[in-house]
């Protein structure tokens, strides 16, 4: 079994940073990407930022563009979600998630998340 696990979530005051981090443990399994999504009260999880394994190759939700950068370390198979310029906004709870079928499919792996408030 495969085991995500989130860390680096707080409370910041709005313009502040906060960096994340997601390591996997348990049992090896084929890493094709992983990313990072967000759960905020009363709405929908949304993606925030994702990146491929193979190239390093990045995306990003328009809202983080320019403020938040995802990382990998391919040996620990974690992966880091540097948060800059925060905003009440960002307040959520924030997931991992890996994809270990393909890059084409969906994430099958996903953390407990952890908690990030941005106060203002």
């Known amino acids: 079994q495969v085991q995500l696990v989130e860390s680096g979530g707080g409370l910041v005051q709005v313009g502040g940073s906060l960096r994340l981090s997601c390591a996997a443990s348990g049992r090896t399994f084929s890493n094709y990407g992983m990313g990072w999504f967000r759960q905020a009260p009363g709405k929908e999880r949304e993606f925030v930022a994702a990146i491929m394994w193979s190239d390093g190759s990045t995306r990003y939700a328009d809202i983080v563009k320019g403020r938040f950068t995802i990382s990998r370390d391919n040996a620990k198979n974690a992966v880091y979600l540097q948060m800059n310029s925060l905003k009440p906004e960002d307040t959520a709870v924030y997931y991992c998630?890996?994809?270990?079928?393909?890059?084409?499919?969906?994430?099958?792996?996903w953390g407990q998340g952890t908690q990030v408030t941005v106060s203002s």
């Open positions: 998630a890996a994809k270990s079928r393909s890059w084409y499919q969906p994430y099958d792996l």
